[in-house]
């Protein structure tokens, strides 16, 4: 018997690769981005379903839980601007069972972002961005879907996004991250 929801290691890691699987069978038809010139560390981020339909799909340059440069690049069936505001009040720490996130967020959301032009796939997107140089954030829209940035000590000056077909090296990073994290290297 488990207590506290605990996975044996074969359990964890059995999984994990359904969870690989439902990824790769998603991203062939959902759009993903990367960092055309990242040559650090890359992992997967964030990725989310509604009724078995894929919304939103996250890759990560940088290592996790570090200091060091950071890029994350989220795509998204929803509103950019809207996920960029939660993602800049999430930190705050505040969460949605906060009694202030609403507001902060609706703040976020209506302030007006400076613009800053992006290559994506070759062509030039205007993204609204809020933050500063140390930390920040940027959305936009791509053809028929949104893409939300969230950059941590990189310069967005820096950033080229390119069509990521093959989410394998993603995977295969975040891994070798969890392995790690483990202890299990």
């Known amino acids: 018997m488990r207590f506290a929801g605990r996975l044996t290691p074969d359990e964890f890691w059995e999984r994990n690769r359904a969870l690989d699987q439902q990824v790769r069978d998603a991203g062939l038809s959902f759009p993903t981005y990367g960092l055309k010139e990242w040559t650090g560390p890359i992992t997967l981020g964030s990725w989310e379903w509604q009724d078995d339909t894929l919304i939103l799909a996250g890759l990560k340059h940088g290592t996790p839980d570090t200091d060091g440069p950071s890029v994350d690049v989220l795509t998204t069936v ?10 800049v009040v999430s930190a705050l720490r505040l969460t949605p069972l906060d009694d202030e996130y609403r507001r902060r967020r609706d703040e976020v959301e209506a302030a007006e972002g400076r613009k800053v032009l992006v290559p994506v796939d070759g062509q030039t997107v205007s993204f609204e961005v809020w933050g500063g140089r140390e930390r920040w954030w940027a959305a936009a829209t791509a ?3 949104g893409i939300v940035l969230e950059g941590r000590r990189y310069p967005l000056n820096q950033v080229a996004l390119i069509r990521v077909t093959d989410v394998e090296p993603y995977l295969s990073g975040r891994n070798a991250y969890m392995r790690a994290f483990r202890g299990e290297d």
């Open 143 to 145: 053809g028929n879907v």
């Open 78 to 87: 929803h509103d950019p601007i809207g996920k960029a505001a939660s993602l």
